[in-house]
């Protein structure tokens, strides 16, 4: 048996992520959290909306991940994202105009449409704040400050 999965994040515009860990962990659609060792069962499962953690030499690192579906097989893991970002390419800034913007619109839908949109937004920007916070909080890769409240880890909730 392997020490490390093969890990393949994938998007419809890009590879996000491809390489070599020890453990992944992300949030499926109906069926709670999954942990994915080396020597895991195969499956097929639907990703839901949330981070996507991974070790790499004992190092933890987070990625959004919002829909999709992954696989399990032989040491591979491979998830095709509906849309997905690594931690280094968040802008605290958009994070909270972005959730701004949500909780305005979730206050002026007018139909089921509208709220629907409003709350995949205010859950995307929740998400996207959660893993900037989860990386520096254990010292990940580069993470911003914000500009809003001046700390790493964002305050402004």
């Not at 579906?69 to 849309?83: G, M, N, S």
């Not at 913007?101 to 509208?114: G, H, P």
Request: proline share 4%.
């Amino acid at each position: 048996m392997s020490e490390t999965l093969f890990l393949e994040v994938i998007t419809p515009d890009k590879k996000v992520f491809c390489g070599h860990v020890s453990e992944v962990r992300f949030s499926t659609r109906y069926r709670g959290q999954y942990g994915i060792l080396p020597g895991h069962t195969p499956l097929i499962t639907l990703v839901g909306s949330g981070l996507l953690q991974f070790t790499i030499h004992g190092l933890e690192h987070w990625m959004t991940l919002f829909g999709g579906i992954v696989e399990v097989r032989d040491d591979r893991v491979a998830i095709l994202a509906r849309e997905s970002e690594t931690v280094d390419t968040l802008d605290l800034d958009e994070i909270h105009a972005g959730r701004q913007m949500a909780e305005k619109a979730l206050r002026e839908a007018q139909t089921e449409q509208d709220l629907e949109i409003a709350q995949v937004a205010l859950e995307q920007s929740m998400v996207r704040l959660e893993a900037v916070n989860m990386a520096t909080l254990l010292g990940g890769p580069h993470p911003p400050r914000c500009a809003k409240c001046g700390f790493d880890i964002c305050r402004c909730r």
